[in-house]
C-alpha cells in the first residue's frame, strides 16, 4: 500500500475498562457503542498487527489542568456515596444528561487517561498515529459536566502536552454534529491551540453555541473556527464546506500536533441530531486529517471518538472507517458475517451489510440546494473574518 | 431583574455644548461609541449621535471639512428634546420606546441627574441572557393551546423527565389551521439536555404540538 511506505506505526489505545464510562439502562451514551466499532474491527481482521496500549487513568493534577478541584471532588462523592450531596444538579451531576454511576471518576478519569497517553506516544515518535475511540467527551466544562461528558479529555491532553513541550501548537478539530464548546472555552484566548468545530447550528441544537462570531478573545482571537452547518444538510454540501476551511486554517496555523474529535452523530440516522451525512463524509474526513498531518505536523495525528448516538448501523461502521485510516488498512467491502451473525439478534434494526452507505438509500431533501448555498455562505464569513487572524 | 438599570451602561462620555463637532466625532472614534449626551452643569441638555454629527459636516475630501470640524459647535447640531429613560423602568419598556421613536440610545435619568444610557446593543444582550442563549442547552418550539394550564402543562413535562428548563418564551397567539379549533401559542423553551427525543415523546402524548425538533 502507497500510505504504508509515507508513514508506517499506529497505535490504538484501548482497554476493556473505558467501557465502564457509560450511564447505565437506556442512556443514549452506551459503552457497547464501542464494543461494537472494535469488535466489528477485529472480525475484519483490522486489529492482527496492533496490540491495545492499556492506559492509566489520569490523575487527579491531569485533571486539574482545565477542570476545578472542587469539581473533581464532587464528581468522586458523586460515584462513591449512596446518598449524593444535594448540590450536585449545581454541577450538571445527576441530571437525565449526565447521572451518576458508581466509580464514576474512576471511569471517567480512565478515559482522559487513554486520550493523555494517545498523544505522548505520537509525542514520543513510538507511533505516527494514534487513536483512543473513548475519548472525544468535548461538552465537559471547567466546573460542570455537560451533554454526557463528565471530563475533558482533549482539554486535559492539550494542556499536559503544553507543559510538556513547551511552544508545542495543538491543532484540535471536531467534527461532531454538536459543537466542541468545552474545549473551546477551555483554550479561547490561547493562540498555541487552534479549535476548529464543524457542526450543525446552535439556533436550535445543543449546546447552542458555535456561532462563526465565536472566534477566541484576546490573544487568542482567530484560533477558535466554527463552522455552523445548516439542518440537514448532507455529505456532499458538509465536505464542500470542510475542504474550504479545514486544510486552509490548519496550512495557516502550521500545528505541530492535530488531535481530531470524530463523532458520528451528524450521520442521516442519528436519533440525537438533524443533519444528513452518511458513511461517505466519516470516510472522507480521517483520510483528509491524515494527509494533513503529514503535509503539515510529521503525521503526528490522534484521533478520538465522541458523539454517535445510531450504535448499530452508524457508529461500528464509522469508527472501522477511521481505525482503517489511522492504522493505514484498507477498509473492506463488507460488514464481516460473524459481527453480523453475533449481534443482529440482538440489534432492535437491520445491520447493514456494507461498510459503506449507498446514497441511493438515502435520497436528496427538496431543500438541499437552499441548504448548501446558505453553508457556502457561512464558509465565506469564515474565510473573510478568521482565518486571516490566524498567524 | 430585566430593568433599565440592570443593562444600561454607568459610565458615561458626555459633551459640554460649546465643544466643536470636531472633538465629539474624534470621541466616538475613541471610545467606540455612537451617542454622546449633552450636558450643563450636570443636567442632560441634549443628545447626539455619530450621524448627527457626520450628517452636519461637510463630506471627507470636501476642503471646507477641516474648517467645519472647527466651527460647528455641538449645541448647533443636537436634538434637545430628548426623550430618556428612567433607571426602574422595564426593560421592555425603554425598548419600545426606542422602537416608537426610531432611536439608538435613551439616557437614563434620575431625579434631573444623567445616570447612565442604555442603548439598543444593551437591549439585545439583555435578550440573549432572558432566552438563555450564553448557557448550553437545546432549543425547542412547542405549541400550546391559548388556554389556562397550558404553559404549566408543558413546562410540567419537562419536569418530570428531570430536564431543566433554562428559559420559557412565550409568543402572542396565531390564528388556527382549521375553524372550531382552540388558537395557539408558541412557547420556546431552553433546556438543559442534549436529548430531546424522550421528553418530546412524552410532550406529544400529552397533546402539545412539537415544532421543533423535527421527528426523525
Not at chain 1, 188 to 208: A, C, I, K, N, Q
Not at chain 2, 19 to 44: K, M, N, S, Y
Request: charged content about 25%; hydrophobic content about 40%.
Amino acid at each position: 500500500m502507497a500510505a504504508q511506505a509515507l508513514s508506517g506505526r499506529a497505535a490504538i489505545v484501548h482497554d476493556l475498562a473505558l467501557e465502564n464510562y457509560g450511564f447505565g439502562g437506556d442512556h443514549p451514551f452506551n459503552p457497547l457503542r464501542v464494543r461494537l466499532a472494535l469488535e466489528l474491527c477485529e472480525a475484519l481482521g483490522l486489529l492482527e498487527d496492533y496490540p491495545f496500549v492499556s492506559p492509566r487513568p489520569a490523575a487527579e493534577d491531569d485533571l486539574t489542568t482545565v477542570h476545578t478541584i472542587t469539581y473533581v471532588r464532587m464528581v468522586q462523592k458523586a460515584g462513591r456515596s449512596h446518598s449524593p450531596p444535594s448540590d450536585l444538579l449545581d454541577y450538571g451531576l445527576g441530571t437525565p444528561d449526565n447521572p451518576i454511576f458508581p466509580d464514576m471518576h474512576e471511569a471517567c478519569a480512565r478515559v482522559v487517561g487513554g486520550v493523555l497517553a494517545a498523544c505522548r506516544i505520537v509525542m514520543a515518535g513510538e507511533a505516527d498515529h494514534a487513536m483512543c475511540i473513548s475519548g472525544g467527551l468535548h461538552h465537559a466544562l471547567r466546573s460542570r459536566a455537560s451533554g454526557f461528558c463528565v471530563y475533558n479529555d482533549a482539554g486535559v491532553a492539550i494542556s499536559r502536552l503544553k507543559e510538556e513541550h513547551p511552544g508545542i501548537r495543538i491543532a484540535y478539530v471536531d467534527t461532531d454534529a454538536h459543537h466542541g464548546d468545552g474545549v473551546q472555552w477551555m483554550f479561547y484566548s490561547d493562540p498555541d491551540v487552534l479549535t476548529v468545530s464543524m457542526h450543525e447550528s446552535g439556533r436550535y441544537l445543543f449546546p447552542g453555541s458555535g456561532g462563526v462570531d465565536e472566534k477566541g478573545r484576546n490573544g487568542g482571537v482567530g484560533y477558535s473556527v466554527n463552522v455552523p452547518l445548516e439542518p440537514f444538510t448532507d455529505d456532499e454540501s458538509w465536505i464542500s464546506c470542510f475542504e474550504a476551511v479545514v486544510p486552509e486554517v490548519l496550512r495557516a496555523f502550521d500545528p505541530d500536533l492535530i488531535l481530531s474529535q470524530n463523532g458520528c452523530d451528524g450521520h442521516a440516522l442519528d436519533p440525537l441530531t438533524h443533519l444528513s451525512a452518511t458513511t461517505r463524509l466519516y470516510e472522507h474526513v480521517p483520510k483528509r486529517m491524515h494527509d494533513l498531518a503529514h503535509e503539515l505536523c510529521r503525521g503526528r495525528w490522534v484521533a478520538t471518538g465522541g458523539g454517535g448516538y445510531d450504535i448499530w448501523r452508524v457508529v461500528p461502521r464509522a469508527w472501522t472507517a477511521l481505525w482503517a485510516t489511522v492504522s493505514h488498512q484498507e477498509l473492506p467491502e463488507r460488514v464481516s458475517k460473524d459481527w453480523l451473525s453475533k449481534w443482529s439478534g440482538k440489534s432492535p434494526v437491520g445491520l447493514p451489510p456494507l461498510l459503506r452507505d449507498d446514497s441511493e438509500d438515502y435520497p436528496q431533501g427538496p431543500r438541499l440546494a437552499k441548504l448548501a448555498e446558505r453553508n457556502l455562505r457561512t464558509v465565506d464569513e469564515v474565510v473573510e473574518k478568521v482565518l486571516p487572524r490566524i498567524q | 431583574m430585566l430593568l433599565v438599570k440592570d443593562s444600561m451602561t454607568r459610565e458615561i462620555v458626555t459633551l459640554a455644548p460649546d465643544e466643536t463637532v470636531g472633538t465629539a466625532l474624534a470621541l466616538c472614534r475613541e471610545r467606540r461609541i455612537r451617542h454622546l449626551p449633552v450636558l450643563t452643569e450636570g443636567r442632560l441638555v441634549g443628545i447626539v449621535s455619530d450621524r448627527d454629527l457626520r450628517s452636519a459636516t461637510p463630506a471627507f475630501g470636501d476642503q471646507a471639512r477641516a474648517a467645519a470640524l472647527q466651527e460647528i459647535l455641538v449645541e448647533d447640531v443636537m436634538v434637545s428634546d430628548v426623550v430618556s429613560a428612567l433607571p426602574d423602568d422595564p426593560i421592555e419598556q425603554a425598548a419600545n420606546t426606542m422602537r416608537d421613536h426610531k432611536i439608538g440610545c435613551l439616557p437614563v435619568v434620575e431625579s434631573g441627574e444623567l445616570v447612565g444610557i442604555i442603548t439598543s446593543s444593551d437591549v439585545m444582550s439583555a435578550l440573549v441572557y432572558l432566552v438563555g442563549a450564553n448557557e448550553p442547552g437545546s432549543r425547542m418550539e412547542i405549541a400550546v393551546p391559548d388556554r389556562p394550564g397550558s404553559l404549566a402543562g408543558a413546562a410540567g413535562v419537562f419536569g418530570m423527565c428531570g430536564i431543566n428548563i433554562v428559559s420559557a418564551a412565550m409568543g402572542p397567539t396565531r390564528e388556527p389551521k382549521e375553524e372550531g379549533v382552540v388558537r395557539e401559542r408558541v412557547v420556546v423553551f431552553r433546556v438543559d439536555t442534549i436529548d430531546t427525543t424522550e421528553v418530546v415523546g412524552y410532550l406529544e402524548e400529552a397533546g402539545y404540538s412539537v415544532l421543533w425538533p423535527p421527528k426523525p
